[in-house]
């Protein structure tokens, strides 16, 4: 098991090599995914051939950052004290418009997420890697 890396309180991604290009993008405050060349299909953790039919060519798209709440869960008690600071917050998973399920945290009272409501991401730098967020929108 490997040990996390903090800054500022932070826990900074564990960076497989897949996922560069998905770390480097949100540096730039853009969200990234990737789509098989063969059949379509998003494909979501980054990986290195296609999950659904696997294909060896995936391309990286930028994501709209657009989607809605497919499901969510809210800590009441943060497992570390920068976490405690922000205590309650809610995480959970967006159904993002391009297909594919993104794990996040949600910019809202935890009341307030519901499943179903539409969300858009928001960018904010913990550490020194800039993370995807996403806030509660209109319709
Ligand atoms: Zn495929």
Same mark, same amino acid.
């Given at each position: 098991?490997?040990?996390?890396? =903090?800054?500022?309180?932070?826990?900074?991604?564990?960076?497989?090599?897949?996922?560069? +290009?998905?770390?480097?993008?949100?540096?730039?405050?853009?969200?990234? =995914?990737?789509?098989?060349?063969?059949?379509?299909?998003?494909?979501? +953790?980054?990986?290195?051939?296609?999950?659904?039919?696997?294909?060896?060519?995936?391309?990286?798209?930028?994501?709209?950052?657009?989607?809605?709440? =497919?499901?969510?869960?809210?800590?009441?008690?943060?497992?570390?004290?920068?976490?405690?600071?922000?205590?309650?917050?809610?995480?959970?998973?967006?159904?993002?418009?391009?297909?594919? =399920?993104?794990?996040?945290?949600?910019?809202?009272? +935890?009341?307030?997420?519901?499943?179903?409501?539409?969300?858009?991401?928001?960018?904010?730098?913990?550490?020194?890697?800039?993370?995807?967020?996403?806030?509660?929108?209109?319709?």
């Amino acid at each position: 098991m490997s040990s996390v890396k =903090y800054e500022d309180g932070w826990p900074q991604p564990h960076r497989i090599m897949d996922a560069e +290009p998905y770390w480097a993008a949100l540096q730039e405050d853009r969200l990234t =995914y990737q789509r098989c060349d063969t059949c379509t299909q998003a494909v979501w +953790p980054p990986h290195g051939f296609c999950p659904h039919c696997s294909g060896r060519s995936l391309t990286w798209h930028t994501s709209k950052g657009k989607g809605k709440v =497919y499901s969510h869960s809210t800590v009441v008690r943060g497992p570390t004290a920068t976490w405690q600071k922000i205590s309650p917050y809610t995480v959970g998973f967006v159904e993002m418009d391009e297909g594919y =399920y993104l794990f996040t945290q949600f910019l809202a009272k +935890p009341d307030d997420v519901v499943i179903g409501k539409r969300v858009e991401v928001r960018y904010e730098k913990r550490g020194t890697q800039t993370q995807p967020l996403f806030a509660l929108v209109d319709q």
